[in-house]
């Protein structure tokens, strides 16, 4: 497996209190060319173990808040194209090496986004689930930040730019811009990213990009304390203040990237109002199917035995009840191979390997209690 060729690249990794999905992101990294930052906001240090530093993984404890982290994220990045992961999700090293030419042959492209396999361990058995797919490209006529933004705004969609390999200035002024006013809600700021990005340049989807997102934890913005999700948020007249602020931030957004001040009061008006419309048809739909409904009395009261036989034995169109639907590393890379998505065998076998030792690691642990 090669993993050099990566070394005009950072990868910034935010972490809190989770020290062995650091210490595993170690074990990915070593032996790779890229710059590994890792942001550590836990109130103690981790203490590395001998042996498992690496020159390329530059360990910073701040003990400071995830928002404080990203707004000062510049000065962590010194080369020329940089991304953030999760401390527990993975790029693959081919998929990199493809965005940096991509990036490097085409100067109108401001970033990379790549196909996203979900993985988990259940029960010892390492599965994979293919997500995003309705993810939608820009048209090559999208060339002005209008354009983008009419295809990118609700009632439209094309794909999310949080997670995406870009161009280090673009990649920093759009992160700490985001990230420079803390909100209540943690799902706010992945939409100004998504703005400005249109604003600023094209992102494009790679097929042979890819990126492992983890189910072994909890997402991020539901482990904030009290933090509200977005609708909660946006209807709430509590927070009506942040709202205004937020919106404002929105609006000098479109401003700085070029758009006329009549328009970028109308696209600020699709951005936010529009948002909370679609988002809240989203989940009237999804709160009036009564699979859901009884996916929660089925989970809540069936033995555990029934659920896994669920999961391991009824086809894949019949497991959104199951509460998460997987297959094994066979069946997805047949799915991948039928859509044109390319992946290197033993990159997916590294992740593999590595969250089976997490998981294993972590039954002995719960085992000692």
């Known amino acids: 497996m090669n993993r050099s060729g990566l070394s005009q690249l950072t990868i910034v990794i935010p972490t809190f209190q989770r020290p062995d999905f650091v210490l595993r992101q ?69 998929g990199l090496r493809s965005a940096i030419s991509r990036l490097e042959s085409d100067t109108s492209v401001l970033g990379c986004v790549g196909r996203c396999l979900y993985f988990f361990v259940d029960q010892g058995r390492f599965l994979l689930k293919d997500a995003y797919r309705e993810w939608r490209p820009f048209s090559d006529t999208a060339v002005t930040p209008e354009q983008r933004l009419d295809e990118d705004l609700p009632p439209n969609k094309t794909h999310m730019a949080h997670y995406s390999i870009m161009r280090s200035p673009e990649w920093v002024r759009i992160l700490e811009n985001a990230y420079r006013q803390p909100f209540s809600s943690a799902y706010v700021y992945e939409r100004l990213v998504n703005l400005q990005r249109a604003t600023l340049g094209r992102t494009v989807i790679l097929e042979d990009l890819l990126w492992f997102r983890s189910m072994e934890n909890r997402n991020i913005a539901t482990a904030v304390s009290n933090s509200p999700g977005f609708l909660a948020w946006a209807l709430d007249p509590n927070f009506g203040t942040e709202v205004a602020e937020y919106r404002a931030i929105a609006r000098r957004l479109l401003g700085d990237g070029g758009v006329p001040r009549e328009l970028a009061n109308q696209f600020e008006e699709r951005f936010f109002v529009d948002g909370v419309q679609q988002t809240l048809i989203r989940k009237s739909k999804f709160r009036k199917r009564f699979r859901d409904k009884f996916r929660q009395q089925l989970l809540v009261w069936s033995p555990k035995r029934f659920r896994l036989f669920v999961k391991r034995h009824l086809p894949s169109r019949m497991l959104s009840f199951s509460g998460w639907q997987g297959n094994d590393m066979e069946t997805i890379c047949g799915s991948l191979d039928e859509r044109g998505t390319y992946y290197e065998r033993a990159e997916i076998e590294l992740v593999k390997v590595l969250a089976l030792q997490t998981a294993n690691a972590a039954s002995a642990t719960k085992a000692r209690r």
């Open 26 to 94: 170690f074990s990915y990294w070593s032996g790779s060319d890229a710059c590994v930052v890792i942001l550590d906001g836990s109130p103690e240090p981790l203490l590395v173990p001998a042996g498992v530093e690496f020159d390329n993984i530059i360990y910073v404890h701040t003990a400071t808040s995830f928002v404080e982290r990203l707004a000062s994220v510049g000065r962590y990045v010194k080369t020329p194209y940089c991304a953030m992961l999760s401390d527990d999700e993975f790029f693959t090293f081919s």
